[in-house]
């Protein structure tokens, strides 16, 4: 047998001898898309990926609902007889609370930097008129703040840092990782209930 064949022969048997390593199932339920490298790479259900870019901070992203997924820049204005849209209902809408969560946790620190975005570097940018998605990624973990209400008239992004700021102080475990929701959350004029997750879904 030549060296040449005598070196393949090898290569092949070690090949073969590969012993796969199992996944966590229970870490992958907990932590959606723990086996991939980047959020945006993955799918969610109904969710569409509809704008991401990176700065210091980590990759950020924006996500729709698959079917509203095309951004409609014109302003609207509330319907008053719509419930849950209008400034009529917010006026009726209870005091807001949190409800802390121990499943889809985030990194603490990605969300207090992804919160800290929305008051500050995006604080003059309008949200969409469904409900979305805006989700940092960075080497430290992930976060997404949703909400579930369509808004019907223009409302700065800042309005999201309110119910964010809220779950930041109530919601952390104490090791790191945060979820939960806000209900009757303020976003401008509209009642809602917005998330902290490591997921682009709602809520």
């Known amino acids: 047998m030549t060296l040449k064949r005598c070196f393949i022969t090898a290569v092949l048997a070690a090949a ?12 992958v339920e907990q932590y959606p898309g723990s086996a991939s490298t980047s959020l945006v790479q993955q799918n ?26 095309a951004i409609n820049i014109t302003e609207t204005i509330a319907d008053p007889t719509v419930d849950g849209n209008s400034a009529l209902a917010r006026r009726h809408c209870r005091s807001p609370h949190a409800e802390c969560d121990k499943k889809n946790t985030a990194s603490l620190q990605v969300c207090k930097m992804l919160v800290g975005s929305l008051e500050d570097s995006r604080k003059n940018e309008w949200i ?3 409900p979305q998605d805006y989700c940092l990624q960075s080497d ?5 703040v949703s909400w579930r209400t369509p808004i019907t008239s223009t409302v700065r992004m800042s309005e999201l840092a309110g119910a964010g700021n809220m779950l930041l102080r109530e919601c952390h ?27 682009p879904r709602r809520c």
């Open 128 to 130: 969409h008129k469904s």
């Open 173 to 199: 475990d104490g090791r790191g990782k945060i979820s939960g929701r806000v209900l009757n959350a303020e976003i401008g004029e509209f009642c809602s209930v917005q998330c902290l997750s490591n997921r």
């Open 16 to 27: 073969s001898a590969v012993v796969a390593i199992p996944i966590d199932a229970a870490a």
């Open 44 to 69: 969610f259900d109904d969710r569409m990926l509809l704008d991401t870019w990176q700065n210091e901070q980590g990759t950020f992203s924006i996500w729709g609902s698959a079917p509203d997924a």
């Open 140 to 144: 430290r973990g992930k976060c997404c």
